[in-house]
């Protein structure tokens, strides 16, 4: 296998590689978290007791890590690359060159976020949502020198990464089909990604704009984001003017939870394919599930603002937030409801990627029940920061992605390695 191949396979497989190297280094991270939880006073070896800014650097990188280098990484552009040409007939993905350059610059991303740990003062510790001000302000503690200058250069590498991937998607998927893949009678994980793959080009422009803005509030002089007259550690911040941290809040969130769909949209293809494939029948009400998973995509894009009801967010703002959070829920039940009409009935084989797709759907169900729940403002107000919000997106996007992957690896594990696993 060429490492500088430009065959969407061997890229498939680099961005498997390369999900798989963040969830090991973000996954230790956890570990360090928890373990720092239960006894805070522990004294590591060559490291000595935690301190809260190593404490906050770790939470900054597994998020970042999870979040971009896994979550996004693995469904959408490793599986996309892996099979997507075959499923719709074609050789190849459209833009090769484009491809391997999208790869390229996400390893370029990856090592670039993990240099911050090298670095005087150590990893950012804003967290992987780096709200401003403290985030635009060396003086917030440590790390929020080159180690934030690093972080957000990484994620400006990785929005141009995913952009050029997104780009390939939708350019292959609409112009390489073969003869006869009209749209109506291509795969559900085709849709998937096609609809992630627009999400992707929307939002991860945005995100690169915001994360420039930010780079130029600490190198440029400008003030998007820093009020005047913040106190920082006792001392009056004169060097700013009038920004706005609430404009920081829009855009990311803006890109934040479509990101969830670009995660769990191509789990939800996998899921409907795998479940059919392994009951013996085909997906039932295959067109409405096509309209859900463009309606998830279309209302993805329409409910960032319920991140910020105790952000002073104007009540009737909060009040169409709300509803549009809601109305969301309407086309992933649908999803759940074939899924459960699938093997409603049906004699299944309980084959390995069968039983993660059945963990795929429960932890969905389970994380999903809780969605409806902090898409109330008045009981977000008293749910918000707590660990009822963090049960929530792990649910969802965290395990539930995670099992979709380890569906589409063991069911595509021949395509990888080239034998069947045992």
């Given at each position: 296998?060429?490492?500088?191949?430009?065959?969407?396979?061997?890229?498939?497989?680099?961005?498997?590689?390369?999900?798989?190297?963040?969830?090991?280094?973000?996954?230790?991270?956890?570990?360090?978290?928890?373990?720092?939880?239960?006894?805070?006073?522990?004294n590591?070896?060559?490291?000595?007791?935690i301190?809260?800014?190593?404490y906050?650097?770790?939470?900054?990188?597994?998020?970042?890590?999870?979040?971009?280098?896994?979550?996004?990484?693995?469904?959408?552009?490793?599986?996309?690359n892996?099979?997507?040409?075959?499923?719709?007939?074609?050789?190849?993905?459209a833009?090769p060159?484009?491809?391997?350059a999208?790869?390229?610059?996400?390893?370029?991303?990856?090592?670039?976020?993990?240099?911050?740990?090298?670095?005087?003062?150590?990893?950012?510790?804003?967290?992987?949502?780096s709200?401003?001000?403290?985030?635009?302000?060396?003086?917030?503690?440590?790390g929020?020198?080159?180690?934030?200058?690093?972080?957000l250069?990484?994620?400006?590498l990785?929005?141009?990464?995913s952009?050029?991937?997104?780009?390939?998607?939708?350019?292959?998927?609409?112009?390489?089909?073969?003869?006869?893949?009209?749209?109506?009678?291509?795969?559900?994980?085709?849709?998937?990604?096609?609809?992630?793959?627009?999400?992707?080009?929307?939002?991860?422009?945005?995100?690169?704009?915001?994360?420039?803005?930010?780079?130029?509030?600490?190198h440029?002089?400008?003030?998007?984001?820093?009020?005047?007259?913040?106190?920082?550690?006792?001392?009056?911040?004169?060097?700013?003017?009038?920004?706005?941290?609430?404009?920081?809040?829009?855009?990311?969130?803006?890109?934040?939870?479509?990101?969830?769909?670009?995660?769990?949209?191509?789990?939800?293809?996998?899921?409907?394919?795998?479940?059919?494939?392994?009951?013996?029948?085909?997906?039932p009400?295959?067109?409405?599930?096509?309209?859900?998973?463009?309606?998830?995509?279309?209302?993805?894009?329409?409910?960032?603002?319920?991140?910020?009801?105790?952000?002073?967010l104007?009540?009737?703002?909060?009040?169409?937030?709300?509803?549009?959070?809601?109305?969301?829920?309407?086309?992933?039940?649908?999803?759940?409801?074939?899924?459960?009409?699938?093997?409603?009935?049906?004699?299944?084989?309980?084959?390995?990627?069968?039983?993660?797709?059945?963990?795929?759907?429960?932890?969905?169900?389970?994380?999903?029940?809780?969605?409806?729940?902090?898409?109330?403002?008045?009981?977000?107000?008293?749910?918000?920061?707590?660990?009822?919000?963090?049960?929530?997106?792990?649910?969802?996007?965290?395990?539930?992605?995670?099992?979709?992957?380890?569906?589409?690896?063991?069911?595509?594990?021949?395509?990888i390695?080239?034998?069947?696993?045992?």
């Amino acid at each position: 296998m060429k490492i500088f191949s430009t065959h969407h396979r061997t890229i498939g497989i680099g961005y498997l590689l390369l999900a798989g190297t963040s969830v090991a280094i973000g996954t230790l991270l956890s570990l360090l978290m928890r373990v720092h939880r239960v006894w805070p006073d522990l004294n590591w070896p060559l490291w000595g007791v935690i301190k809260p800014e190593d404490y906050l650097a770790a939470v900054t990188m597994h998020g970042t890590l999870m979040v971009f280098f896994v979550l996004t990484t693995a469904p959408q552009s490793g599986f996309s690359n892996l099979v997507l040409p075959e499923q719709i007939g074609s050789r190849t993905m459209a833009l090769p060159w484009l491809n391997a350059a999208g790869l390229w610059t996400t390893v370029a991303s990856l090592l670039v976020l993990l240099s911050a740990f090298f670095v005087r003062g150590g990893g950012p510790i804003s967290g992987w949502t780096s709200y401003p001000p403290l985030s635009a302000l060396a003086e917030a503690g440590p790390g929020q020198a080159t180690g934030m200058d690093l972080w957000l250069v990484s994620i400006g590498l990785f929005c141009i990464a995913s952009t050029m991937n997104g780009a390939n998607t939708l350019v292959t998927v609409i112009r390489c089909r073969c003869k006869g893949m009209t749209w109506g009678r291509m795969p559900l994980t085709v849709w998937a990604w096609l609809t992630a793959a627009l999400l992707t080009v929307i939002v991860f422009s945005v995100l690169f704009a915001a994360a420039l803005m930010l780079l130029c509030d600490w190198h440029a002089g400008t003030s998007f984001f820093v009020p005047a007259g913040g106190v920082i550690n006792g001392v009056v911040d004169t060097q700013h003017g009038d920004g706005s941290p609430l404009l920081w809040l829009h855009l990311f969130w803006f890109f934040g939870h479509p990101e969830v769909y670009i995660a769990i949209l191509p789990g939800m293809g996998m899921t409907s394919m795998l479940l059919a494939n392994f009951c013996r029948r085909g997906i039932p009400a295959y067109r409405w599930m096509i309209t859900t998973t463009l309606l998830i995509g279309l209302l993805g894009l329409s409910v960032w603002g319920h991140h910020m009801f105790v952000a002073g967010l104007n009540p009737w703002a909060g009040t169409v937030f709300q509803l549009t959070t809601i109305a969301i829920a309407i086309p992933s039940t649908a999803k759940v409801l074939n899924w459960l009409m699938t093997l409603w009935g049906s004699r299944p084989t309980y084959s390995t990627p069968m039983l993660w797709s059945l963990g795929f759907v429960s932890l969905f169900i389970a994380g999903g029940v809780t969605g409806p729940v902090l898409a109330q403002p008045a009981l977000d107000a008293y749910l918000h920061n707590t660990f009822f919000v963090v049960a929530h997106f792990h649910l969802v996007m965290a395990m539930a992605g995670v099992f979709s992957i380890f569906a589409g690896l063991t069911y595509w594990f021949p395509l990888i390695a080239g034998r069947r696993l045992d």
